[in-house]
């Protein structure tokens, strides 16, 4: 007669990694993040039913998304992201727009592998993706960005270009000027031109490339700024009231 399984308590799974946001930004630096990401999208390409999904709930305040999905091609992983994500949070409690979570299984035995911090992932993934496609887009010597927007994202953004092209001058734009000022005195490196300008327009007048990363409710950039053989990455709207979008 076959033995009875042992008690979960006595079953070895491994350890659960709980990782902060600044275990993971030590952790993923922008080329081995950007090489992640290169592989995944060609094994999406090459597997489109491998697709994730993603379901939304409307709260009072905002939103709640769970995106989730197999690692694709092989299916070793599961992955689930929680994000919450409340536009006024700052102004109402002193927190951030997006808090979340993302959870790690292995999909063949089942084991959780890893809880980790969404903001800090988030944030890495996105200015991976920013800095994947400018590989595609933007002429390989680029020298000057613009950042519109200096909140969470935009150091993320920076870290990710520079590890891709020689950038030597950095144009800056918040709506809030002591950010920008404050963002520009943290990110000065030797050999690295930082400028906090007045409007967008002056921010983007020559620039190679051009990332705006804001919650904005209009078009930033319109048909009579400097734009010409410029790359631009509109970083995806994350609310419905968001616009990242030109305007003619």
Same mark, same amino acid.
């Given at each position: 007669m076959p033995? &009875? !399984? !042992?008690?979960? &308590? $006595? %079953?070895?799974?491994?350890?659960?990694?709980?990782? +902060?946001?600044?275990?993971?930004? @030590?952790?993923? $630096? !922008?080329?081995?993040?950007?090489? #992640?990401?290169?592989?995944?999208?060609? $094994?999406?390409?090459?597997?489109? +039913?491998? @697709?994730?999904r993603s379901i939304g709930f409307a709260v009072s305040r905002g939103s709640i998304h769970v995106k989730a999905g197999l690692?694709?091609?092989?299916?070793?992983?599961?992955? =689930?992201? %929680?994000? %919450?994500?409340? !536009?006024?949070?700052?102004?109402?409690h002193r927190l951030p727009t997006i808090q979340g979570v993302v959870l790690? %299984?292995?999909?063949?035995d089942g084991r959780p592998l890893a809880i980790m911090e969404s903001m800090a992932l988030t944030g890495i993934r996105t200015a991976a993706?920013?800095?994947?496609?400018?590989?595609?887009? #933007?002429?390989?010597?680029?020298?000057v960005a613009a950042l519109i927007g200096c909140g969470a994202q935009a150091?993320?953004?920076?870290?990710?270009?520079?590890?891709c092209f020689p950038i030597e001058e950095v144009r800056?734009?918040?709506?809030?000027? =002591?950010l920008a000022q404050a963002f520009a005195t943290a990110v000065r490196r030797p050999g690295l031109r930082i400028s906090p300008t007045s409007n967008v327009a002056e921010a983007v007048d020559g620039a190679d490339i051009v990332v705006t990363c804001t919650t904005s409710k209009s =078009?930033?950039?319109? +048909?009579?700024m400097a734009l010409r053989g410029c790359f631009v990455a509109a970083v995806g709207?994350?609310?419905?009231? &968001?616009?990242?979008?030109?305007? +003619?």
């Open positions: 033995s &009875s !399984p !042992p008690p979960s &308590s $006595q %079953v070895s799974t491994g350890d659960l990694l709980l990782l +902060s946001g600044r275990d993971l930004e @030590q952790l993923l $630096q !922008p080329a081995a993040a950007l090489e #992640a990401l290169r592989h995944t999208y060609q $094994q999406l390409a090459n597997h489109r +039913s491998d @697709q994730g690692l694709p091609g092989s299916h070793l992983a599961f992955a =689930a992201k %929680v994000n %919450v994500n409340l !536009p006024d949070n700052w102004a109402a790690l %299984v292995d999909a063949l993706t920013t800095a994947l496609a400018a590989t595609f887009g #933007a002429r390989k010597d680029s020298r150091r993320y953004q920076l870290d990710a270009l520079r590890n800056l734009f918040d709506t809030n000027t =002591a =078009a930033l950039l319109t +048909s009579d709207a994350d609310n419905p009231r &968001s616009r990242r979008s030109t305007r +003619s």
